[in-house]
């Protein structure tokens, strides 16, 4: 709507409504406001580097890092691939890390540091747990409170030299970034639902989330271990939908994800993902 003013001058000049003015502003106050929110939680992420270690597992390959304490199974399947990481408990945060992204790169500077490919950095996300090995002083590389990372070989051959087995690190967790959707894996029973939350992009990792029915409401999740969340429901032969809010606070409703003639041990795919 506009208004008609009439000036001095024969001749009609339209002006925008207060209303319309009012509107165009609040819309650039909400996108400006989004736009803070995810800048300031990509600032969070990309926190100053810290000082750890890391060594490899899994072969040259690295199919012996499939699986793992975050229950994911195939790496690839998952979303994850080759270059991933088995976190020591001060990082791994009984589970809570799952899906993260650190930016490795080997410091030259430390005891260690001549098996170092300088200049070469790489991104894994955490997988799996490197647990305490107490046969070993201080419970070795994994031992308690110290940050390491157990990596993949190709991952871990991309920043350090094979014979040197272990390596000092600077790292720092980073935004994640995901091909596709966020995916679900469906696990548990008749009575219990068991649900795998895989491929997150942006924090990478789950910090709640929530499950409907068709004939159900919004049911609160519990984190089970690794990245598996569980509710005791029966949703046996309903329509399932999700909500997940990302560890950077992000939430998303994932609707009709799953129909109602889902089985036990598939996956679905949807078609959104965090930006952070």
């Known amino acids: 709507m506009h208004h008609l003013i009439l000036t001095n001058t024969p001749r009609l000049i339209l002006t925008p409504s207060s209303t319309h003015r009012s509107s165009f502003t609040a819309m650039a106050y909400k996108s400006l406001l989004i736009l803070c929110t995810i800048l300031a939680a990509c600032l969070a992420l990309a926190m100053a580097q810290s000082q750890g270690t890391a060594t490899f597992y899994g072969g040259a390959d690295g199919s012996g890092t499939m699986g793992g304490a975050c229950g994911y199974d ?114 548990g029973s008749s009575y219990f639902l068991l649900v795998n939350i895989q491929n997150l992009a942006g924090s990478g990792s789950v910090g709640a989330a929530w499950v409907k029915g068709d004939r159900t409401g919004w049911i609160q999740m519990s984190r089970n271990w690794g990245a598996n969340w569980h509710a005791l429901s029966g949703l046996v032969g309903q329509g399932l939908s999700f909500a997940v809010t990302s560890t950077g606070g992000q939430y998303i409703q994932f609707l009709n994800v799953v129909p109602g003639w889902w089985q036990f041990g598939q996956t679905y795919t949807s078609y959104q993902n965090f930006n952070y």
């Open 74 to 187: 195939n790496l690839y399947n998952a979303g994850y691939g080759v270059n991933n990481a088995a976190l020591s408990q001060t990082l791994f945060n009984d589970g809570a890390s799952c899906g993260q992204c650190y930016l490795i790169t080997c410091d030259p500077s430390r005891s260690g540091g001549q098996y170092c490919k300088v200049g070469n950095s790489i991104t894994v996300t955490a997988t799996n747990l490197c647990p305490a090995n107490y046969a070993l002083p201080n419970g070795g590389w994994c031992g308690p409170g110290r940050p390491h990372f157990d990596m993949s070989q190709p991952a871990w051959e991309h920043i350090g030299v094979y014979s040197g087995g272990v390596i000092p690190v600077n790292y720092q967790r980073v935004r994640c970034s995901r091909a596709g959707g966020v995916r679900f894996s469906i696990a």
